[in-house]
Nanobody
Framework: QVQLVESGGGLVQAGGSLRLSCAAS????????MGWFRQAPGKEREFVAA????????YYAESVKGRFTISRDNAKHTVNLQMNSLQPEATAVYYC??????????????????WGQGTQVTVSS
């Protein structure tokens, strides 16, 4: 089993920044990809960004490219999401996910095996 704990959410004004962190524990060696997803009220959970533990390849949703940056610390088993130029439409609960297997698809919730409890991000206008 792998446990994921997110932190760093909060309230920020439009144009501001937040940094989310996801701490992984347990059988972290069994995971290959870490991802961030978000879910706004009444909407489905959507992909934000992902990173591979090995090699560090990164992937982003088109809506966040150039503003969000995902990074990892293999030694600490943590994954961070730096979010800049935040807009109200970014308001959502942000979830950290972990995939056991690699593969090409990194943006589908159905391919992730473990999830954190989520952290709320609210962007005021």
């Amino acid at each position: 089993q792998v446990q994921l704990v997110e932190s760093g959410g909060g309230l920020v004004q439009a144009g501001g920044s937040l940094r989310l962190s996801c701490a992984a524990s347990g059988r972290t060696f069994s995971t290959s990809v870490m991802g961030w997803f978000r879910q706004a009220p009444g909407k489905e959970r959507e992909f934000v960004a992902a990173i591979r533990w090995s090699g560090g390849s990164t992937y982003y949703a088109e809506s966040v490219k150039g503003r969000f940056t995902i990074s990892r610390d293999n030694a600490k088993h943590t994954v961070n999401l730096q979010m800049n130029s935040l807009q109200p439409e970014a308001t959502a609960v942000y979830y950290c996910g972990a995939k056991r297997f690699g593969g090409i698809v990194v943006d589908s919730t159905s391919t992730y095996d473990y999830w954190g409890q989520g952290t709320q991000v609210t962007v005021s206008s």
